[in-house]
């Protein structure tokens, strides 16, 4: 019999993702959302709908009878309670995971590994905030309800990704970059380019999720990311390639940028101290990621068929400009 998987969420970035993984792997999927969003898979019967809104637990109660799912990929708890309501909800299903964050982590260790680096806390009130500064200790405590769950015999496993990138990606982070590097000759990174924001493909991230929910541990949390990982300058180095062009990178420090009236912390995918997972538990499992050129290539060919450009992240060209004009001079 074919199993059946329950994507809760599913229609946007990671979640649409995790549905065509599913279906590449033989499972009857399902998505669960409330219909704010424009579904992909609209005209695609493979890809059954039920439509509810997970704060909701009665709709999710409902969707769990109706569908009665081996699996479930749970892309949109983001608060503790959304949690806690899922691993009682699913708490018969083969294989429940639960999307957390790398934010989770709160010490600054490279790399971050599961089990081992310090979780952030979490208070009442952060638990029911809806701000990003509380997201990673919102994470986290999901992570430890997951783990309590599982104590109590509860198939629920969770999956901390990194920054992750790819086709559809509605954060526009790295289509800034790429809009950069097809439409300047010259593009400004941030500090001396060595910079490390651990990133994670968006097709791996939805390997991961279908892996650990067939063969993850209960209780257990799993990191995923790129396994080789670049750094700042490099990732324009990498789009440049995909798009078969020569882009010039321009180090700009902080001192430098400022001539511009611009700071490192203007630049998306910029961070001063490296943000590194540990990736061996997961791969462990069998799991293994897209090599970076064939990830950035398909990234880029989403992006020229999309309208984003990563317009929102923009330091401002003239900015820039007037800092590649001082170093011009330098
Ligand atoms: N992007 C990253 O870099 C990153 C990194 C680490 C972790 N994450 C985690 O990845 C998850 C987000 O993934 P995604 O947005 O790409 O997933 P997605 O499943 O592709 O898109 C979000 C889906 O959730 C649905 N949704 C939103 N609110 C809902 C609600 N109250 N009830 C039911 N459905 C709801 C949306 O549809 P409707 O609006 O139509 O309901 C949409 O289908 C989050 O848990 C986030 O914390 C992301």
């Known amino acids: 019999m ?28 399902t998505i669960f959302n409330r219909g704010n969003h424009d579904n992909p898979f609209s005209g695609n019967d493979d890809v059954a709908r039920v439509e509810g809104d997970r704060t909701n637990d009665t709709d999710l109660r409902a969707a769990a009878l109706s569908v009665k799912p081996d699996i479930v990929v749970d892309c949109v708890a983001y608060r ?73 015999g509860v198939n629920v496993m969770s999956v901390r990704p990194c920054i992750v990138y790819g086709p559809h990606d509605y954060t526009e982070r790295m289509d800034y ?42 209780g257990e949390a799993y990191n995923v990311g790129d396994r080789r990982l670049v750094t700042i300058e490099e990732m324009v180095d990498l789009v440049a390639d995909a798009a078969d062009t020569e882009c010039d990178v321009v180090r ?39 090599p970076l050129s064939e990830a950035m290539a398909r990234t880029l060919a989403e992006h020229r068929e999309s309208d984003r450009d990563g317009s929102e992240h923009d330091p401002g060209r003239e900015a820039e400009e007037r800092v590649i004009g001082v170093l011009d001079t330098v």
Not at 188 to 202: E, F, K, L
């Open 2 to 29: 074919t199993d059946s998987a329950l994507v809760v969420g599913g229609t946007r970035f990671i979640g649409r993702h995790v549905v065509e993984d599913l279906l590449d792997n033989g499972y009857e999927v």
């Open 177 to 218: 970059w790429l809009d950069r590097v097809l439409n300047y000759d010259r593009v400004v990174v941030p500090g001396d380019g060595q910079h490390v924001w651990h990133r994670a493909y968006v097709e791996d991230v939805a390997s991961a999720l279908r892996i650990v929910a067939e063969e993850g541990d209960p």
């Open 252 to 290: 700009a420090s902080e001192r430098e940028l400022s001539t511009g009236g611009l700071s490192t912390s203007d630049f998306v995918l910029y961070r001063e101290y490296p943000h590194v997972l540990g990736t061996a538990k997961l791969a462990a499992l069998g799991w293994d990621s897209t």
């Open 80 to 152: 503790p309670a959304d949690v806690e309501a899922a691993v009682e909800i699913f708490s018969d299903v083969d294989g429940y995971v639960y999307v957390s964050s790398g934010s989770a982590y709160a010490a600054e260790e490279i790399p971050k590994r599961e089990g081992e680096t310090e979780l952030c806390g979490c208070t009442p009130e952060q638990a029911e905030d809806d701000s990003m500064d509380s997201y990673g200790a919102r994470k986290a405590e999901g992570d430890r309800i997951v783990d309590r769950a599982a104590k109590d």
